[in-house]
């Protein structure tokens, strides 16, 4: 198997290829691991995402039910690891969080924190699979404003998870590897050596004007301001998993708000990171 693991900072994922599916594929099939998670007290369900979220009770619980209690008690909601993981003016080792607690109640690092989510995935897949987790091979999507610490500090936290074979990969990277699968034919006839491919990523903060289950996350092209011939962009990459199901169903007006947050600075939104790719 091929993993890959999108430790977020409002949602983590994890998806996984067969290599043996794809024969006659140009790409194997992409499979959603639907991790199982506390959905209310004493019920579990299955779902696609893993809400980056922990509840500081007995067991500690992660996911949808430690999202819906820590807005009751938000002193007790850990929240936000990735963005400390990334913050250069904390000691990302220490205990710091939950940040909205007393300081005698921040009991966890980012570090720890992220470790967690992870084990929470090593845990549900190796119930579920005979290879255990730390077996397979694992990308891990990390934004490419992190800095070096931060890389370091996210292979500690999968280390300390139990996941020692991992690579870190940049998410406007995947943004574009995303776009090729998705767009094979095409890109073979846009696309070639030596090409330069400008990307970005943004996470846009929830708008008041417009009614979101949770962030939306829009990954985009966008030019130098003097595009030159071996420059390539294409249409911005949605990922709409995570919309109601209105926004999926319009998913037009999706693209035009995430077009907007790409060239109109009003729009609320989160930058995540931008890099230029030579093919």
């Known amino acids: 198997m091929k993993i890959g693991i999108d430790l977020g900072t409002t949602n983590s994922a994890l998806a996984w290829i067969d290599p043996r599916e794809a024969e006659d594929l140009n790409f194997p099939p992409i499979h959603i691991f639907e991790v199982p998670q506390f959905v209310a007290p004493g019920k579990t369900e299955p779902r696609r995402t893993l809400p980056s979220f922990m509840f500081l009770e007995d067991g500690r619980p992660i996911g949808v039910y430690a999202r819906e209690q820590g807005a009751i008690v938000p002193t007790r909601l850990v929240h936000s690891a990735k963005s400390w993981l990334s913050n250069p003016e904390v000691d990302r080792t220490a205990k710091i969080l939950p940040w909205d607690s007393q300081e005698t109640g921040r009991v966890l690092s980012p570090v720890e924190v992220s470790s967690e989510f992870l084990r929470r995935f090593r845990d549900a897949w190796d119930k ?3 290879t255990p987790l730390a ?14 610490e931060a890389r370091e500090l996210t292979v ?39 090409q330069i491919c400008w990307c970005a990523t ?14 939306v996350r829009a990954t985009a092209s966008t030019l130098p301001a003097r595009p030159s011939e071996n420059t390539c962009c294409w249409e911005a990459i949605i990922s709409i998993s995570h919309l109601p199901g209105w926004w999926k169903r319009n998913w037009e007006c999706l693209f035009q708000f995430a077009s907007a947050a790409v060239c109109d600075a009003s729009v609320p939104r989160r930058k995540s990171g931008c890099s230029a790719m030579r093919i």
């Open 156 to 194: 500690m936290a999968a280390a300390e998870a139990g996941l020692p074979k991992l690579t870190l990969l940049e998410e406007p990277a995947a943004a574009f590897y995303s776009w090729i699968v998705n767009n094979f034919e095409r890109s073979r006839r846009l696309l070639h050596d030596g």
């Open 135 to 148: 077996d397979e091979d694992i990308v891990l999507t990390v934004p490419a404003s992190f800095d070096e």
């Open 202 to 215: 943004w996470e846009a903060a929830p708008a008041t004007s417009v009614s979101f289950a949770s962030a």
């Open 128 to 130: 579920q699979h005979e």
